[in-house]
């Protein structure tokens, strides 16, 4: 039976620069159908994250993004240019699978579908970069570029050999200018300082000379709104919202990783943005209630999971404490995803997600979010970046703390740090 499936998804995927994109969403309905139950938490995960992001990826590889993305606006959407919703539909699902497309191709099912997807992506950067192209991505005006320029350099830094090294000399120069011309705009004093790091970061990774007053405000800015346990301010002030994990903990970690390498931090400055990172992921983890559920507390709730990226970065770079045990992550995120994907309204008819936190409700969108915006959800999948024999997905399901904590099971204490 096994054989049988890889083969069906090998043929699919040879079929698939034949196909419209009706056709292969007919395809993917049929193979994340409810009536092909996940055998494993690892298979409804990939099979998930397929069926949220390649609505972006195959249209942008078939140069059909702009003529097929729904576009979805919040009811108080603001002035900005509502074209700036493609690049965030791109830069932030690449960010999300990236992990995921850097394993090595194997003969599974899920190796057949990751090797297209990473097709995919590969021609749709082409593509989104091409002058020519009626796909071609908007660097030029508005602010808002900034935020998606980081997160395609966020994928770039997470898969150099699967998502950068691959591509022409031609696309990587097209898309260093475009990361370069962004430098006429700043960046808003808050979290939208590390996006303007990250970006020269990445620039600087590849061997470009970066704009290091950029390069070097986010993190400066971030470590002096440091408000202790974990938690940065976005700005000054503490802001009781997930931009701690949307942006702040996985870019600064991202950012001084490269300029640890390049000799511009040290170890020990690195290491702290890391343990407070752990810190503020431990929190994470117990937020999620025993039926696996979270607050929606604060803005940007409509980027639904995507507010356990820190907690998801830290499970992918192997950096648990001992007292939170890997498959009990894999367990509590697993139910999250299940409590607020398998629900009527977060889908449209031709796969696109829709407004909302769970369900669809336009309603609880704010002024800046669009349909783009929403594949922020894509980056709590960054454990698919572990292999299948990892204890993350290996090891037998575990409940998580606060299960354990409200079924009377024993439950580690909670302490503050001082760093």
Not at 246 to 266: R, Y
Not at 332 to 360: C, E, I, S
Not at 369 to 376: A, I, K, N, R, V
Not at 382 to 400: E, V
Request: aromatic content about 12%; some cysteine.
């Amino acid at each position: 039976m096994e054989r049988r499936k890889f083969l069906a998804a090998v043929s699919l995927v040879g079929m698939a620069g034949t196909l419209q994109p009706s056709e292969l969403l007919a395809i993917d309905k049929q193979i994340l159908s409810t009536g092909n139950k996940p055998k494993n938490d690892r298979e409804y995960w990939w099979k998930l994250l397929y069926k949220i992001a390649s609505p972006v990826t195959e249209n942008l590889a078939n140069g059909t993004l702009k003529q097929n993305m729904l576009v979805e606006k919040s009811p108080t959407f603001d002035n900005r240019s509502i074209h700036v919703t493609y690049l965030e539909a791109v830069g932030r699902t690449f960010a999300g699978i990236a992990p995921w497309l850097s394993l090595p191709d194997d003969a599974t099912e899920e190796g057949a579908y990751r090797k297209k997807m990473r097709n995919d992506v590969l021609q749709g950067l082409t593509r989104c970069f091409d002058p020519s192209s009626p796909d071609q991505l908007n660097f030029k005006t508005d602010h808002q570029p900034i935020v998606d320029a980081a997160y395609l350099a966020q994928t770039f830094i997470r898969a150099p050999k699967a998502l950068w090294e691959p591509l022409d000399a031609q696309t990587k120069g097209r898309i260093i200018s475009a990361f370069k011309s962004l430098r006429n705009r700043k960046p808003f004093q808050s979290n939208w300082l590390l996006f303007g790091s990250i970006t020269e970061a990445f620039l600087l990774s590849v061997g470009e000379e970066p704009d290091t007053e950029r390069l070097n405000n986010g993190p400066k800015k971030l470590n002096e709104w440091y408000k202790g346990d974990g938690c940065y301010g976005d700005g000054p002030n503490f802001a009781f919202d997930y931009y701690n994990s949307f942006v702040i903990h996985p870019m600064m970690v991202d950012t001084m990783k490269i300029m640890m390498d390049k000799g511009l931090v040290t170890e020990k400055e690195y290491e702290l943005a890391l343990s407070r990172m752990v810190r503020y992921a431990v929190g994470q983890e117990r937020m999620i209630s025993p039926e696996g559920t979270f607050p929606p507390i604060g803005r940007s709730i409509t980027y639904r999971t995507g507010a356990f990226q820190a907690l998801s970065q830290v499970a992918l770079l192997g950096k648990l404490p001992e007292t939170i045990k890997p498959e009990q992550v894999r367990a509590a995120l697993t139910q999250v995803k299940k409590n607020m994907y398998d629900r009527p309204g977060t889908f449209d008819k031709n796969g696109w997600l829709l407004l909302g936190f769970v369900g669809h409700d336009p309603d609880i969108a704010d002024y800046y979010t669009s349909t783009g915006s929403l594949y922020m959800a894509t980056l709590s999948f960054l454990p698919l970046g572990l292999p299948a024999d990892n204890q993350f997905w290996s090891a037998p399901k575990a409940d998580w703390t606060a299960k354990k904590a409200w079924s009377s099971q024993k439950f580690p204490k909670d302490y503050h740090v001082d760093y």
